[in-house]
């Protein structure tokens, strides 16, 4: 039990894991508990639908958070902004040392957020949706693989490391069972065999 609660503990710092991951029977849960339905329109949507990047303390917004969190030795500037540090992208495996290079990926990202059930929320749950740091919202990635992605669901897209489809899909299913959005039928059983890849 020892060695298992130092492995918890440990692995998400050391692969800057976000917060609040449950176990895979707990996701499994989740997962049956959401409900399918056809996407939603797009009609209405824009990134200012979901106000991103808010002040969370002192001079700190929500993206210099995640990339002091996802990050190793990181050292910041008087306007919160890291001067130094690496950051290893979960996604592609690659570590890259400017926060120049370096994206905040929205996991379930904010367009299909709006077609998921966002679209009727109020701006102010938009904008706690997109700045939440409670939950495995929110990841610190390469540029390059946040912009392959885009706002695709895991029907369409998935990160190109296999060894993280377990971790990806718990991201996922969690943040849409969280703020009770819904998923296609082709999103979740690409969920569905993403998740059974899991071992924890």
Avoid at 25 to 31: A, G, I, K, R, T
Avoid at 79 to 102: H, K, L, M, Q
Avoid at 106 to 130: D, K, N, Q
Avoid at 170 to 188: C, M, N
Wanted: proline residues 6%; aromatic residues 10%; hydrophobic residues 35%.
């Amino acid at each position: 039990m020892a060695v298992a609660t130092t492995i918890v503990v440990l692995a998400p710092k050391a692969l800057a894991f976000p917060p609040d991951v449950p176990s895979k029977s707990q996701v499994q849960s989740e997962l049956n508990a959401l409900r399918v339905a056809t996407e939603g329109s797009m009609t209405g949507y824009s990134r200012d639908q979901f106000p991103h990047w808010h002040t969370v303390s002192g001079t700190c917004d929500t993206r210099e958070m995640v990339l002091k969190r996802d990050g190793t030795n990181v050292t910041v500037g008087s306007n919160c902004y890291p001067t130094s540090g690496s950051w290893f992208s979960y996604y592609d495996g690659v570590t890259r040392t400017s926060a120049s290079e370096i994206s905040i990926d929205h996991i379930v990202p904010l367009a299909e957020a709006w077609r998921s059930g966002a679209s009727s929320w109020t701006i102010s749950r938009r904008e706690a949706f997109a700045n939440d740091l409670d939950g495995p919202q929110l990841i610190a990635v390469t540029t390059e693989i946040n912009s392959s992605k885009g706002d695709r669901d895991p029907s369409a897209w998935k990160p190109p490391r296999t060894s993280t489809y377990c971790g990806y899909s718990k991201f996922w299913i969690h943040t849409k069972y969280r703020w009770g959005l819904t998923l296609q039928s082709a999103e979740k059983s690409a969920l569905q065999t993403m998740l059974n890849t899991c071992s924890y």
